[in-house]
Structures are given as C-alpha cells and as structure tokens.
C-alpha cells in the first residue's frame, strides 16, 4: 500500500546533522566545517539569554546578536536582521529558538545568499526543510526554495527541558502532523514513510513522558529525534488539507501556529481517513482507538492539549471566510475538497467537538 519501491523520485538535502545532549557545545566545530568565520546569531526575544551563550560559546566567531524574531516571519523583522547582518559583515547565521527564529534566518538567507545553522529549541521542524513562510504586507505566503534550507543542524535535547509542557504537547502535535500527512502524501517514497511512521513512534512513546516530567532528557531526547524525522519528512513531501486548514488560521486570523495543528489534526485526520485508511494504518497501530483520527484526538486529549479554535481566539463570525479560503487555491489532497464538508470540519473543531466520520 506505501510507495512503491519500483517508481519515486527521492534527492537528499545537503545538510550535515549533529544530535545529542550539550550538542551546542560543538558550535565552533560546526562553523569551522562549515568554512564561516563570523556568526550573526538570531533568537526570539524571549530566547536572548541562550543568543548570549551561543556567543560566548562562539567567543571571537561570533560578530553580533538580533534577538527580534517573531511568529510568521514579518518582513519588519527581516530587514532590520539584514541590516544587522551588513552592520557585523557575519559570513553565517546561527539561528536559535523555535519555527519563529529559523524562519527568521531562512529569511535573511533567501535575500542575502548567506547560509545557516540551526539550533532548535521547539520540535516545529522548520529547520529541515526548505520551505519559507513570511508574512508581508500583513499575507503570508509561502514558498519552496533548497538555498534557505539550513546547511547544519545541531539538535541538543538539552534546549528543550525548558519548553513548557503545554508548549511540547502542541508543538509534538504539529511535528505529529507532517508525518500523518506524509503518510498519504501523493510523492511519498518508501524513506518518506519508514521516516514518517519513526516519526510519530517517537512521539507515541515520549510525548507523555515529556508531559509527566518535563525535565526527562530521555524523553527529550527521543521526542526531538521524532522532531528531525517528521521535520525531514515535512521536507521531503507535499502536505495536504491539514497543512492548508493551518496556514490559513494561523496566516489569516492569526491563530497560534503548534496550538492550530494540535486542534485541526484529529478533524483533518478524520476527513481523510476514507480515502487513505490503509496508509494511515500505522497512525492505529500507534495510538489505538475507533480510527487514526480517534486514537490521536485520545491522545492529544490525555495530554490537555487544546480542543477547540475557538479557545485559540477564532469568532464563530470567522468559520465562513475560513473555509472561502480553505478551499481556494487547495493544496493537493487524497480526497476532494468541498466548502460544505469543510465548514463542517471547521465547525466541529470551533466547537471542540470529537472528530466526526465524513
Ligand atoms: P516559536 O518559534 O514562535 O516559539 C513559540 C514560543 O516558545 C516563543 O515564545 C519562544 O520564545 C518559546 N520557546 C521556543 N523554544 C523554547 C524553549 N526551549 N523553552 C522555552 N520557550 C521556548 O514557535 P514554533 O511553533 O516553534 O514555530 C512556529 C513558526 O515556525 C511559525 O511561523 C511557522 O509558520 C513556522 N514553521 C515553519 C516551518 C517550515 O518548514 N517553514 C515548519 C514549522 C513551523
């Protein structure tokens, strides 16, 4: 039922990896390999303290800090790290902190040809993929370009002790979310699936650990490596109606981002599971229940996550331009898309209602 082995086109992104607890301590190690010489170092700004580690780490590489990044890359944002960047004449980036930083860096190197290292510190996965979202002129758009994927990662499981643990659940959900759509995404391959399937084992057995003791860096540990599968899958593949329905919450109503996929998963999940039952088979091997929308919305809910958009600042007001977009300009999906199921869809997840059967 996955891709078939016979017949998919798969490229390997050129990004060199280093995983591990105290990883950033290889900092220097990574620049030098990388052949840069001066660092400009952008966190958000609740992530300075860790820019000013990083620097001291860097001692004499690094050549400045901008810790003004926000959630969906505004373009205000971006020119003033550009204008930092030609300040300090740095020959790299070294972005730390969550999707909201990386997206940031990815920014200033889609404009300036300079490259990256990524260190994140949420499981978005960003840093994995070459895909930019920004948002200019109060739209976002999103695009496709291999030059903004970062060059390096270092994933240190350290970073992510101090993430919340409602934060992890639903920053877990959204990394959740690229592997199940990757899982009947229309150019799966063989890898995209085992990596995908890796993926959300890792959160099945970790998340909840993270959730009981946030300082479990054994759970860290796995949940982040979950993080850099279901990152390189997202990069990997197309995504479908899930990932559409989210960038149109978070673009246009300005929803949180990791919250709105925690939301709209079980929903998505359930509107494609008639289509794509049996590549959602490892979803219910995983987590159980009546069906992979169930098993997850079960999950999600024994680890509190958000049930419900209007929770996250949606007016009921809202639904009917929510699914005029929804349905505009529609990403690929395994079944087709109608206005009426989606406002259903949109409807059930405004109320926090269980995923239905479509
Ligand atoms: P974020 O980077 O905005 O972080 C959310 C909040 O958590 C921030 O206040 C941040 O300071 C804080 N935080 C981050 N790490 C922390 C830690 N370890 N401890 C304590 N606090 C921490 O949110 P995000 O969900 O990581 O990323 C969302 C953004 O990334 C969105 O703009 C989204 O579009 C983008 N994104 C892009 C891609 C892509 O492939 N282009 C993929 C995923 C997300």
């Known amino acids: 039922m996955n891709a078939s082995p016979a017949n998919f086109r798969f490229a390997?992104?050129?990004?060199?990896?280093?995983?591990?607890?105290?990883?950033?301590?290889?900092?220097?190690?990574?620049?030098?390999?990388?052949?840069?010489?001066?660092?400009?170092?952008?966190?958000g700004p609740v992530q300075g303290d860790l820019a000013v580690e990083i620097a001291g780490l860097l001692g004499p590489l690094a050549a400045g800090i901008y810790t003004g990044a926000a959630m969906h890359t505004p373009i205000s944002a971006t020119l003033e790290a550009i204008q930092r960047l030609l300040e300090t004449r740095a020959d790299c980036i070294v972005a730390i902190g969550g999707g909201s930083?990386?997206?940031?860096?990815?920014?200033?190197?889609?404009?300036?040809?300079?490259?990256?290292?990524?260190?994140?510190?949420?499981?978005?996965?960003?840093?994995?993929?070459?895909?930019?979202?920004?948002?200019?002129?109060?739209?976002?758009a999103t695009l496709k370009d291999r030059r903004v994927q970062p060059r390096r990662i270092i994933y240190?499981?350290?970073?992510?002790?101090?993430?919340?643990?409602?934060?992890?659940?639903?920053?877990?959900?959204?990394?959740?979310?690229?592997?199940?759509?990757?899982?009947?995404?229309?150019?799966?391959?063989?890898?995209?699936?085992?990596?995908?399937?890796?993926?959300?084992?890792?959160?099945?057995?970790?998340?909840?650990?993270?959730?009981?003791?946030?300082?479990?860096?054994?759970?860290?540990?796995?949940?982040?490596?979950?993080?850099?599968?279901?990152?390189?899958?997202?990069?990997?593949?197309?995504?479908?109606?899930?990932?559409?329905?989210?960038?149109?919450?978070?673009?246009?109503?300005?929803?949180?981002?990791?919250?709105?996929?925690?939301?709209?998963?079980?929903?998505?999940?359930?509107?494609?599971?008639?289509?794509?039952?049996?590549?959602?088979?490892?979803?219910?091997?995983?987590?159980?229940?009546?069906?992979p929308a169930d098993g997850i919305w079960t999950f999600a809910r024994a680890l509190g996550a958000p049930r419900s958009l209007r929770d996250l600042g949606l007016r009921e007001q809202d639904l009917e331009r929510a699914a005029d977009l929804s349905v505009a300009n529609a990403y690929w999906n395994p079944r087709e898309v109608t206005r009426d199921e989606i406002r259903t869809l949109l409807g059930a997840a405004w109320r926090g209602d269980e995923p239905g059967e479509f």
């Open 156 to 291: 240190d499981p350290e970073l992510l002790v101090s993430l919340p643990a409602n934060q992890s659940v639903t920053s877990g959900l959204n990394a959740m979310a690229h592997a199940v759509e990757a899982l009947y995404a229309r150019d799966r391959t063989p890898l995209s699936t085992l990596l995908a399937e890796a993926g959300l084992k890792a959160f099945a057995h970790a998340l909840p650990r993270v959730v009981a003791d946030p300082d479990d860096l054994s759970a860290r540990t796995e949940t982040l490596y979950g993080a850099w599968l279901c990152g390189t899958v997202l990069g990997q593949v197309g995504m479908a109606l899930h990932h559409k329905l989210c960038h149109v919450l978070g673009g246009t109503f300005n929803l949180p981002h990791a919250e709105t996929h925690a939301v709209i998963l079980p929903h998505a999940t359930a509107f494609n599971t008639g289509t794509s039952r049996d590549f959602l088979q490892p979803v219910g091997a995983l987590f159980g229940g009546k069906s």
């Open 101 to 140: 930083a990386i997206g940031l860096a990815k920014a200033v190197t889609y404009r300036t040809d300079i490259p990256q290292i990524a260190i994140p510190t949420t499981y978005a996965g960003s840093e994995a993929t070459p895909i930019l979202g920004q948002t200019i002129n109060g739209e976002k």
């Open 12 to 43: 390997l992104p050129e990004t060199s990896v280093v995983f591990g607890a105290g990883a950033r301590r290889c900092i220097a190690q990574e620049m030098e390999h990388g052949g840069f010489a001066r660092a400009l170092i952008v966190s």
